[in-house]
């Protein structure tokens, strides 16, 4: 996860309670390590205490690899908030089956976990446990501490191993997700504030058409094609006004302050029923860190060239 620039974080909200992946991807961020970290049980409820001022940061979810959008996430983001997007992570995910001591694989008859989580392992459910129902929980690590603290004969949590060792659970069946490079991302968001350039940045947006019509969505590509910027995502999701009306949720590579990319964010505000900013971002990949330090020593070396020159000219 990349850092939040200079401005101070003291307290953060995270999608609780304590063990979750949210959790993970939060400890990762070292800016973040010493301030105060506080679970809240819905995604909702994370974001309301940034918009409310209970935290300087709130971090969730957004996107799985084999589940796709968070959409608790995206859509709040989207439709009820000005909440704009700091930082970002990408984190490995690993899913385990975890029961009360003593319990065996055959007695399991029930799981419990974030929906999103027991999607990515219906494969295992199926093959390994039958005809198992499958309950929702607020979180991976609520369906953890449910089996930890009740104890229900015959329910096992699909949590990561923090949960399991925070909440006293057995480990039944490790890794069962169905698919390897199980990932998901997770972004930390906040008000009123834009993280500076570092040169290896995402900007998000949201595109609202004044109507649907043939080539609507080209018009829009168009504008980022014609300034070579290049789309990292686009998604639709609906505008909650009508069946077939949908909006286009679009990340691109580079950050607000950039002019190229302020030119083509200034013309679809311009052309469009609406045009959205959800945030310009340091990029969160393995080669971010030494790719920004490049950037920022070539800015360096570029400034001492071009000082050098104008000391030439006379006066």
Known sequence: MTGTGRHEVHKVAFFGPHGTFTEEALVS??????????????????????????????????????????????????????????????????????????????????VVSFPHASAQCRRFIRQQLGNAEV?????????????????????????PRLAGHLYGLDTLAEGIEDYGGNQTRFLGVAEHRVPRPTGHDKTTIVCFQASDHPGSLHEILGQFSARNLNLTKIESRPTKQGLGDYCFVI?????????????????????????????????????????????????????????????????
Not at 290 to 296: G, N, P, V
């Open 135 to 159: 309950l929702a929980a607020n979180s991976t690590a609520d369906a953890a501490r449910l089996v930890g603290e009740e104890h229900p004969p015959g329910v096992a949590a699909i949590a």
């Open 251 to 315: 990340d691109l590579e580079g950050h607000v302050s950039d002019e190229v990319v302020g030119d083509c964010l200034r013309e679809l505000h311009l052309s469009l029923a609406g045009c959205k900013f959800l945030g310009s971002y340091p990029a969160a990949d393995e080669h971010g860190p030494a790719l920004r330090e490049q950037i920022s020593e070539g800015r360096r070396l570029a400034g001492e060239w071009i000082d050098g020159i104008r000391r030439l000219v006379a006066d």
């Open 29 to 110: 961020v070292p800016e973040l390590a010493a301030a105060e970290h506080i679970p809240y049980a819905t995604i909702p409820d994370v974001l309301r205490a940034a918009e409310c001022g209970e935290v300087d940061l709130a971090v969730v979810p957004i996107e799985n690899s084999i589940e796709g959008t968070v959409s608790a996430t995206l859509d709040h983001l989207i439709f009820d908030s000005d909440l704009l997007i700091q930082l970002e992570a990408v984190l490995d995910i690993h899913l385990h089956l975890l029961g009360a001591p003593g319990t065996r694989l055959e007695e399991v008859r029930s």
